[in-house]
């Protein structure tokens, strides 16, 4: 079993003056319908999620001050939770003593990334606490499949945190898939498909309108007019939102075409990155996922805003597209939340997604917080359009 420690032989912290007890977040098992072994090309004998539980000495009490003191130190040494999301991809937190948005929000910015900025958002997520927000809001009976966090515009977060604040009873699991074995199973499965991304990247149409498209779904203002004022005129707001555009710094490969109720965008984008450090390929994609909703939410009004093609303007075929969901339904688990729960993904390596659920809207309340690592993924391809780069400053 893994342990990752806190004590008095490598460090004693202090709390209100007194000794700490130490600490341990000690992993567990969950069931094999919430976790797994990766495949390759992730080392041998590694499970995703890493399922840890706060662990104490004599049962001693912990609060959230004692807790954020151990995420700082765990990552004070050498990045020791960020090396274990590298590693499996995704990690579960149980037993915190987290109990809303707030809390949620100190436990996340514990680890010391810096906030994510999202632009061009196309879901609606007003803020409950610093970088803090609902993961989505769609209606409960809408599928969302697996994806990498913002597949569809230039600047993604690398880690995203969720908190179970309340969950269902029957359904609304959170998918979590690796992107790594995605690629290595494509290119084993279809490596002519894989060769095509490589070569051409692809094309992301993004459609945005003046009001929102769908339930839970974000206005053109909420996307971009951050600046916008009440009181701007259409030529201002016109200029403000493409001065938002603009921090992509993709230069010609962000274009955009104004239209009476909204605005479109066009992105060339690498399908195909590589995880920091180890340099391996990964899948950063949503093609499966709009993909599977498309066809699992025909019925519910849902409306896709997103149309992905090949790099050079073609349409992807269905078949790859087909055979890239059985390959994610073969590596996938679904974690089973309990209230309380906080799920951190590298999502340059690990997929999330959200199951329909039973009952009512409000019975399952997820909150999400994005945030910018210290790298962003490497080029897998050569083309000046391959190259992922961090939002501009304003």
């Given at each position: ?24 977040f000690e992993s567990f098992d969950l069931p ?5 072994t990766l495949g390759p090309p992730h080392p ?129 699991e959170t998918p979590i898939s690796s992107s ?215």
């Amino acid at each position: 079993m893994e342990k990752i420690t806190i004590g008095t032989e490598r460090q004693v912290l202090n709390f209100n003056d007194a000794p700490s007890p130490a600490v341990v977040f000690e992993s567990f098992d969950l069931p094999v319908t919430n976790q797994r072994t990766l495949g390759p090309p992730h080392p041998a004998n590694t499970a995703t999620p890493l399922a840890l539980c706060l662990s104490t000495h004599e049962n001693a009490h912990i609060d959230l001050d004692n807790v954020i003191e151990v995420v700082k130190s765990l990552q004070g040494q050498d990045g020791m939770l960020t090396k274990k999301l590298a590693r499996h991809g995704t990690l579960l937190f149980r037993g915190l003593p987290i109990h809303n948005a707030d809390d949620f929000s100190r436990f996340a910015h514990a680890f010391g990334y810096k906030p994510h900025e999202i632009i061009g958002i196309v879901v609606n997520r007003p803020v409950l606490a610093p970088n803090v927000a609902p993961a989505n809001e769609s209606p409960h009976s809408v599928l969302i499949y697996n994806h990498n966090e913002s597949p569809q515009v230039p600047h993604a977060p690398e880690y995203v945190f969720f908190y179970g604040h309340k969950v269902p009873s029957n359904g609304g699991e959170t998918p979590i898939s690796s992107s790594l074995e995605l690629f290595y199973r494509a290119q084993r499965d279809i490596p002519e498909f894989i060769n095509e991304l490589v070569e051409k990247g692809i094309i992301s149409k993004v459609v945005y309108k003046v009001e929102k498209q769908y339930e839970g779904g974000s206005t053109l203002r909420q996307a971009f007019g951050k600046d916008i004022l009440d009181s701007d005129d259409e030529a201002t707001r016109r200029a403000k939102i493409e001065a938002q555009i603009a921090r992509y710094g993709r230069n010609q490969f962000t274009t955009w075409e104004w239209n009476e109720d909204g605005i479109t965008l066009t992105h060339r984008l690498p399908a195909v990155r590589t995880q920091p450090d180890t340099n391996l390929p990964t899948l950063f994609t949503g093609l499966a996922a709009y993909y599977r909703n498309a066809r699992v939410n025909a019925q519910s009004g849902r409306k896709n805003v997103t149309q992905q093609l090949y790099g050079d303007g073609t349409p992807i075929p269905d078949k790859y597209l087909e055979r890239l969901v059985q390959i994610t339904d073969e590596i996938r688990v679904l974690h089973k939340w309990q209230q309380g729960d906080v799920l951190v993904y590298d999502n340059i390596i690990s997929q999330h997604g959200r199951q329909p659920w039973e009952g009512n809207q409000s019975d399952r309340v997820v909150f999400a917080s994005l945030f910018d690592g210290a790298k962003v993924p490497g080029a897998y391809g050569y083309g000046e359009w391959a190259r992922v780069v961090q939002a501009l400053d304003r």
